[in-house]
């Protein structure tokens, strides 16, 4: 197969230190929970650099009420005491708690992987799968973010959502991250379906497995050695094909 080929000349096997790839630490603006200033005492319009803040406040506020408490247990007037502001502010935004929920989660999500598009290191292909599969694992290991894989699961199981609505979880951007990875190799002419079923298939093994392997089968340690033990061998297995014929 193409694909077969493809993956050994870019995945091929690293130097030792390859998965040492240095964490980023770095703080920034965009993962910071928004505050607003202090309110004009005399009343009136909120000035413009209050209005550009106001949206994200309250989904800041929005989603830790729904994590802590559910759907069905958020309040909407703790959530406007929390953002320090009123209902009626916030149902001029959002026209129900339905809709407020789903615009918290899809702001939630997006603020979490944030920090694994920014810290991209520069490098080879392999490089940059690993990152994006060790960033996306922790992140997944998150309280937060399992909570969120709850809240997400109730969705789901009471048809919250409508059959045409896409709920946004963590997987789907680390898949959007792995498909643009996997574009820009050199040398390579693989199909659009190719990189589609390759970028998902490194989501399952690099993000989904582990993190199955972790919390529910307990034959993972969570540490830095086993992961990057875990990862080091499941590229090799993929950049090598699997031992066994495959038409």
């Known amino acids: 197969m ?25 703080q920034t603006e965009a993962l910071r929970p928004h505050s607003l200033p202090p309110r004009d005492p005399k009343g009136g319009r909120p000035s ?9 406040h ?42 407020l929920l789903f615009a918290a989660i899809e702001h939630g999500v997006e603020k979490h992987v944030q920090s694994v598009v920014i810290s991209m290191p520069h490098g080879s292909i392999r490089t940059r799968l690993l990152h994006i599969g ?43 991250m792995f498909r643009s990875v996997l574009k820009d190799a050199d ?5 659009e379906e190719d990189i589609e079923f390759l970028a998902n298939h490194l989501c399952d093994v690099l993000i989904l497995a582990p993190h199955n392997r972790i919390l529910i089968r307990g034959n993972l340690a969570n540490s830095p050695a086993d992961k990057a033990d875990y990862f080091r061998r499941a590229l090799d297995l993929i ?6 014929g495959i038409d």
């Not at 005491?81 to 916030?90: F, G, P, Q």
């Not at 950049?239 to 066994?244: D, E, G, N, W, Y």
């Open 134 to 176: 060790r960033e996306a694992l922790d992140l997944s290991l998150k309280p937060e973010i399992i909570r969120l894989e709850r809240l997400l699961q109730w969705v789901v199981d009471h048809r919250l959502r409508a059959p045409q609505e896409k709920l946004p979880i963590v997987t789907d951007s680390a898949i959007a």
């Open 48 to 56: 413009q650099q209050v209005a550009a803040l106001l949206a994200p």
């Open 2 to 26: 193409q694909i077969c080929a493809a993956i050994k000349a870019n995945l091929g096997i690293p130097p030792p230190n390859l998965l040492e790839i240095p964490a980023v630490t770095t």
């Open 187 to 191: 040398g390579v002419q693989w199909t």
């Open 239 to 244: 950049a090598t094909s699997l031992p066994f």
């Open 58 to 99: 309250i989904l800041d506020a929005a989603f830790e009420e729904f994590l802590d408490r559910g759907f069905d247990g958020a309040n909407m007037d703790r959530i406007a005491a929390t953002a320090s502001v009123t209902k009626r502010t916030i149902y001029a935004r959002y026209k129900s708690k339905r809709e």
